[in-house]
């Protein structure tokens, strides 16, 4: 990492509101990144804001951090605009194959991903994964 990019980092964590359930924190460069090389547990919603699959997940998520104090606590979660950072660093050093994917990483180790599921045990599991990565 370079000078340059650990001060945006840096200020992007620092800046960076804890989000509530019904926020966003929308990525830009370095935000994700800081807080991964902060090892911080961080939730990745790669998004769009035209994706049906993309609205049924965030209803699902956004029932259960209202459900789960705990997960708003212990967990930074990041909406990555597809249309603007689909074909970026971040999704390309990911892997990311298309929208609608939740990935969990705790510092830069991934601990889960869903690609287009909508099922609310399913999210609510990589939830709890990040729970718990987060409370060791």
């Known amino acids: 990492?370079?000078?340059?990019?650990?001060?945006?980092?840096?200020?992007?964590i620092a800046l960076a509101p804890a989000a509530r359930a019904n926020e966003r924190t929308f990525y830009a460069p370095g935000l994700a990144?800081?807080?991964?090389d902060a090892g911080q547990v961080v939730l990745l919603d790669f998004w769009?804001?035209?994706?049906?699959?993309?609205?049924?997940?965030?209803r699902v998520i956004t029932a259960l951090r209202a459900?789960?104090?705990?997960?708003?606590?212990a967990i930074r979660f990041i909406t990555v605009d597809w249309d603007q950072h689909g074909r970026g660093e971040l999704s390309?050093?990911?892997?990311?194959?298309?929208?609608?994917?939740?990935?969990?990483?705790?510092?830069?180790?991934?601990?889960?991903r869903i690609v287009a599921g909508t099922g609310r045990d399913e999210?609510?599991?990589?939830?709890?994964?990040?729970?718990?990565?987060?409370m060791t």
């Not at 990492?1 to 992007?12: F, V």
């Not at 459900?67 to 606590?73: C, L, R, V």
């Not at 390309?92 to 889960?112: F, H, K, M, N």
């Open 92 to 112: 390309q050093a990911l892997a990311i194959p298309r929208r609608s994917t939740l990935v969990v990483l705790d510092g830069r180790e991934e601990i889960g």
């Open 48 to 58: 769009a804001s035209w994706c049906s699959t993309c609205a049924a997940q965030d």
């Open 67 to 73: 459900e789960n104090p705990a997960y708003d606590k």
């Open 1 to 12: 990492m370079n000078r340059r990019t650990l001060l945006i980092s840096a200020a992007a």
């Open 123 to 134: 999210i609510k599991a990589l939830l709890d994964r990040a729970l718990a990565a987060a």
């Open 33 to 36: 990144e800081g807080l991964m």
